[in-house]
């Protein structure tokens, strides 16, 4: 059989050796195998620093964004060869496609943002500028920089696509290369991704690397600028926390390890409800969706103690429709485990479990299944428990696979100790109609969970259900959970970031930021800034315009037109009676709106729109008499990719004849590229 190759140091490397074997979950034919026999793990480690994280940190997080993106739209075109050889794991069609296009639409999502969301830059601002003086000549401003290391991820069988991109994308658009390790039962799904990935063409050198068999000493050479990700179960997550050169380098280790989630179904949910058929609907698609193999799934179900019969005969009314067999025939709804080793592993469980109740659905030892040998293929039937919530079995014991356990509760505190025994899960669903328990239960167990799904007849129709992670949200949790965040929004791409917290003048902290900070030089000149295109234009141009009087005329004026016409504008002695005020004061949205008829160029120019304004604050009244004048300063500028325009931000700053500022926020335009002269 073939030996799978690694990709390392930009090449294939095939080994000389054979070494784990690889076989088909639904025939248990051999298919390949793997070893590293011969890799070199330091060097492959020290490339990735290099080259690849050379070769990112030239390009901004717009320009990976882009490379995500491209990237997706690559492997769209070979999803129905990558669907193909996920049967082959077990996986049905729409398992497959779970795990495929989730993967990909991790990619996407991640490109979105980047674009969205970060600067055309590569270094990222955290929060606000602090001022460390009086003066306000030394501040303090933190950023966030990529690390110079390689993010290594060490991933589970069951999703051999998603698992890896859902690591990938986040570290590669944080400009940190990536070196897979996938699990070898299903190594060749995701090798086959790697090919399709180097065969793309566009990524960086050393951008990704893949090592197709065991880890060898891999972990030995991290440095404290690597990372280290890994999914699977809790006493590997243990192992590879403890490993000396972890400890010792303080490497960033992030695991999602076994979670025994759980569903609750709230005391309003009767059988006549849509609540109750969505939790049924609910709790059986995640005993059978990829036959049960998602650290997402329902392990636990805690359903009202006089529902549990009610639940019990419909979930077991749905599962006896479910078809087990050989995922290519499309009539089949569930596949087979990842392996027969894997079958055991949950045969074993179920001995315990069964130890603290009954099975009420399935048979551990027999299955009918289509088109394949139950026994030579990895197929178990899917099995529903009832158990006594008061064991502790239920509670530590994860059956990794098609098999979740119903347990009844008499009250809402005690289905909130209930979850609380699973020691910390990944994610936790609530299903009720009741915003009074929804608000008890979430308050309840958030501590305990990654993730909370609150579903009911309201959201149902747009929920992605209970076990489906989300790019814009964190997936991870506490406690046996592992205690770590993947993907999560830009969360997931500041995890391969170090945030430095940078003193110094605002001109020197401009220059580190790339953007302009108050109290850095302006440019003053006779040619409006709004005359400038996005290519001409440069941080710190700035203009100021007025001063302009506000007239008593003026605010009434504009409570009459606007409708505005609350007391402090309309009516002296109420106005003065106010602790804020001393008589009638010029409306905060006509300080604005004064301001922008102060700075705005009238004439058609490469300012396009104006799309926004942040930061908002109105700091001091202004009276009748009071002179207003604004300065208006560039800021940031981020263009936009292909796009003949982009984004500036614009520093106002509205003052008084005192030069007290009463107004300050940042305008946000879109300004073309380029502009005729």
């Not at 077990?90 to 969301?117: C, H, M, P, Q, W």
């Not at 192992?239 to 979670?259: K, Q």
């Not at 000149?525 to 506000?550: E, M, Y």
């Not at 008593?552 to 037109?561: G, K, L, N, Q, S």
């Amino acid at each position: 059989m073939a030996v799978l190759p690694s990709f390392v140091q930009g090449s294939w490397s095939a080994p000389a050796t054979h070494g784990i074997a690889m076989h088909d979950a639904v025939t248990g034919a051999e298919i390949g195998q793997l070893s590293t026999s011969g890799i070199d793990m330091a060097a492959a480690l020290e490339y990735g620093r290099r080259a690849g994280g050379g070769a990112l940190g030239e390009l901004d997080f717009h320009q990976r964004a882009a490379l995500l993106k491209a990237l997706g739209s690559h492997l769209r075109e070979h999803r129905e060869e990558l669907y193909a050889l996920s049967a082959r794991t077990g996986a049905t069609l729409n398992d497959a496609k779970f795990d495929v296009d989730g993967g990909i639409g991790v990619l996407l999502g991640y490109a979105s943002r980047g674009r969205r969301e970060l600067p055309a830059d590569t270094i990222l601002l955290d929060g606000a500028t602090e001022p460390l003086g009086r003066g306000g000549t030394f501040l303090g401003q933190h950023i966030w920089t990529s690390l110079r290391g390689v993010a290594v991820q060490i991933n589970a069988f069951n999703f051999p696509v998603w698992g890896p991109l859902e690591k990938f994308a986040p570290a590669f658009l944080a400009g940190v290369p990536s070196l897979i390790k996938p699990a070898s039962q299903t190594a060749y799904l995701t090798h086959r991704l790697v090919e399709l990935i180097v065969e793309f063409g566009l990524l960086p050198e050393g951008a990704i690397q893949l090592i197709a068999g065991g880890a060898g000493d891999l972990l030995d050479h991290l440095t404290e600028q690597d990372l280290l990700c890994f999914t699977g179960s809790a006493s590997t997550a243990q192992r590879l926390r403890a490993h000396p050169a972890v400890i010792g380098n303080a490497v960033r280790f992030t695991a999602e390890a076994d979670s025994l989630n759980c569903s609750i179904l709230g005391p309003d949910a009767a059988p006549s409800t849509p609540e109750f058929d969505l939790f049924v609907k609910g709790l059986t698609n995640e005993m059978t969706v990829k036959a049960g193999q998602k650290c997402t799934a329902i392990r636990r179900a805690f359903v009202p103690s006089g529902l549990l019969d009610a639940v019990a005969e419909a979930a077991s009314a749905r599962l006896a429709t479910v078809i087990v067999g050989n995922p290519a025939n499309p009539d089949v709804r569930m596949g087979a485990l990842a392996g027969v080793e894997q079958r055991e592993e949950v045969r074993r469980s179920l001995k315990a479990l069964t130890g603290a109740g009954r099975i009420v659905f399935g048979n551990p030892q027999h299955v009918e299944v289509l088109d394949a040998d139950a026994e030579r293929g990895a197929f178990l039937s899917p099995i529903l428990l009832l158990a006594d919530a008061d064991r502790a079995e239920p509670h530590e014991v994860e059956a990794f696979g098609p098999v979740s356990t119903l347990m009844g509760y008499d009250s809402v505190p005690e289905a909130i100790a209930l979850a609380a025994r699973g020691r910390g899960s990944l994610v936790g669903s609530l299903i009720s109609h009741d915003p009074d328990i929804a608000s008890q239960v979430v308050q309840g167990i958030a501590a305990w969970h990654g993730r909370l799904l609150v579903l009911d007849r309201d959201d149902a129709g747009e929920s992605t259900g209970h076990g489906s992670p989300l790019p814009a949200l964190v997936h991870g949790g506490p406690g046996r959970a592992g205690g770590g965040e993947e993907l999560g929004g830009i969360r997931g791409v500041q995890h391969h970031m170090q945030r430095t917290a940078i003193q110094g003048s605002p001109r020197m902290l401009s220059a580190v930021s790339g953007r302009w900070m108050t109290g850095a030089d302006r440019r003053l000149s006779d040619i409006h800034p709004f005359r400038k295109s996005l290519t001409q234009l440069r941080i710190g141009d700035a203009l100021t315009a007025g001063p302009r009087t506000v007239t008593a005329a003026d605010i009434a004026h504009f409570a009459e037109f606007t409708g505005d016409t609350f007391y402090a504008h309309t009516d002296a002695v109420a106005a003065a009676a106010n602790p804020f005020f001393d008589g009638i004061v010029a409306h905060g949205y006509l300080i604005l709106s004064l301001a922008a008829g102060l700075f705005v160029d009238p004439e058609p120019g490469p300012v396009l729109a104006n799309y926004g304004i942040d930061s908002l604050r109105f700091l001091a009244p202004v009276y009748p008499g009071d002179e207003l004048t604004v300065t208006l300063t560039c800021k940031a500028i981020t263009p936009r990719g292909d796009s003949e325009h982009g984004e500036v931000r614009w520093d106002a700053d509205v003052t008084k004849q005192d030069g007290e500022s009463v107004a300050k926020y940042d305008v946000l335009t879109m300004v073309a590229k380029e502009w005729p002269a």
